[in-house]
């Protein structure tokens, strides 16, 4: 692999809500580590980008219908809602907000310099687009784009539970089934998001967030039992782990 | 064994005292509109806090889908926290895993007991038909009509309504959402339509979204998912009890 490649940002701008589960901090360490490139740490995205009227446009970009891009005007309620996340810094789930939307908003909020570099906004909300072939939204993980987002939601919410875990009761589940899938308060929650950034990574790298291999951790998984053994216990794989080399010994 | 009494002594007693109540409810200062799990929660919280509230339900009877837990089974379900509503009305119930369980017609007939004792005003068998609106479109009461009215033929039927004034009206009417209905009938608002049933994520939503959704107007109970394009529940009712609850206190506030 040719080591002259060259890293198409200086620095990574990282914004993060507040989770129990995750330390900014790490993650930081672990970015630095891994693409070797400063890393800015930040904090709430829209709480740090907020003026007035910010929370009208974040609801306007909230899913009205499951099967189409339709955007309403919000209803005041709404608004209020939504000024009650930024400010609280609380998620709601089940509210779905048009990924393509939200990244676009997001986008116009940043300052030049982030939006040169790259950018990752670690967020709760659940971000949806719309999958053309079945024609209907789908909730995503991660969203490679400026900025980039990584959604703890999308996370726990994106990749399908097995079959069986929908079919079976509460009970039966937590007694028969030793998988478990992501919850919204896990210690594994780490681990997902570290490989959800890489993919952000290697988006702004290469163009291509995913890896067919299984077993890489940017492996696009759509089943949680994929999620825990690609991205929770997953590592690069050779070609992956070449390519970031190059960039780290640039 | 019985008192003395005529046919005439009756229908006057009947007439009487129930003129005597359309004429002190002409205004109120809450309209409550269905009296389902939400509304009667609602004008009970409200009447408790000394509010004068009137109920206005299309049926003759009142509770709504309450009575029954789904597929007419008659066991009703509520998850956590809901169950501090059923210990604070008297409630029986019991613990099912994660949900509580209880009988239906104890449970929905309790709520209606506990309403009327707190003081609240009911006219069922009448029909809410539309908004009344005053400066900048604020709503200031309901059009209302009996209900058989609208079940007759139009050329037996042409029946005048009536208007009754009141501070705020609540719009408790289920997934009709029909009083928020009437302002989307004039392009005051644009409603969402309830979504696909996700039980985990609606009734947080629900009680999220409960509140003012125009002026002199709040939403309560499953009109609120119909408001916001909110996932439906089913047959589990603490978000409508909660809803109800939150719904008094925004008025409660708003009267001050």
């Known amino acids: ?250 | 064994m019985f008192g003395k009494a005529s046919e005439s002594d009756v229908t006057r007693a009947i007439v009487r005292e129930f003129g005597k109540q359309l004429e002190g409810y002409a205004d109120s200062e809450v309209i409550v509109i269905g009296g389902g799990p939400s509304g009667l929660m609602a004008a009970r919280d409200l009447a408790m806090k000394g509010r004068k509230v009137l109920v206005i339900e299309r049926n003759n009877y009142l509770g709504g889908g309450f009575w029954l837990g789904g597929y007419l089974m008659n066991t009703v379900t509520v998850r956590p926290p809901g169950e501090e509503v059923l210990d604070e009305l008297g409630i029986p119930y019991e613990k099912d895993g994660d949900l509580y369980t209880t009988m239906g017609p104890h449970a929905c007939s309790k709520l209606i007991s506990e309403a009327c004792d707190e003081g609240i005003s009911i006219l069922n068998m009448t029909e809410f038909q539309d908004i009344v609106l005053r400066e900048n479109d604020r709503v200031g009461g309901v059009v209302i009509n009996w209900t058989p009215v609208s079940e007759l033929p139009r050329q037996i039927t042409c029946v005048d309504p009536i208007s009754l004034e009141a501070d705020l009206v609540i719009d408790a009417t289920g997934h009709d959402a029909c009083v928020v209905s009437k302002l989307e009938e004039r392009g005051m608002i644009e409603t969402r339509g309830f979504g696909g049933m996700w039980v985990d994520k609606s009734e947080d939503l629900v009680v999220e979204h409960t509140g003012k959704v125009h002026d002199g107007l709040i939403v309560t109970g499953m009109a609120v998912s119909t408001t916001y394009g909110l996932p439906r529940m089913g047959p589990t009712f603490g978000s409508m009890l909660l809803s109800g609850r939150k719904g008094a206190e925004i008025v409660h506030e708003l009267l001050d």
């Open chain 1, 1 to 250: 692999m040719n080591s002259w490649i060259e890293l198409p940002f200086e620095k990574i701008f990282l914004y993060t809500e507040e989770h129990d589960d995750l330390n900014p901090r790490r993650l930081k360490k672990f970015l630095k580590e891994k693409v070797s490139c400063d890393v800015v740490l930040k904090g709430d995205f829209f709480q740090e980008k907020y003026h007035e009227g910010l929370e009208e446009r974040i609801a306007e970009t909230r899913v009205r219908e499951k099967t189409k891009r339709v955007f309403l005007k919000p209803l005041p309620k709404e608004i209020e809602i939504e000024n009650k996340i930024i400010k609280d810094g609380r998620n709601i789930s089940g509210i779905i907000y048009d990924g393509i939307a939200l990244t676009a908003l997001m986008r116009d909020l940043l300052d030049r310099e982030e939006k040169r570099e790259h950018t990752v906004v670690i967020t709760k909300r659940s971000l949806g687009t719309l999958e053309m072939n079945e024609n209907r939204y789908h909730v995503r993980a991660v969203l490679a784009s400026v900025p980039s987002s990584v959604s703890i939601t999308g996370i726990v919410e994106g990749p399908a539970k097995p079959r069986a875990y929908y079919l079976a009761g509460k009970k039966e589940k937590e007694n028969t089934s030793d998988f478990r899938p992501m919850q919204y308060s896990d210690e594994r929650m780490e681990s997902a998001v570290r490989s959800y950034l890489i993919q952000t990574i290697f988006w702004r790298l290469t163009g291509a967030p995913f890896c067919s291999k299984k077993g890489c951790r940017l492996y696009n998984s759509h089943w949680q039992k994929e999620l825990m053994d690609y991205q929770v216990k997953g590592e690069l794989c050779g070609d992956h782990e070449d390519i970031l080399r190059c960039f780290r010994e640039r």
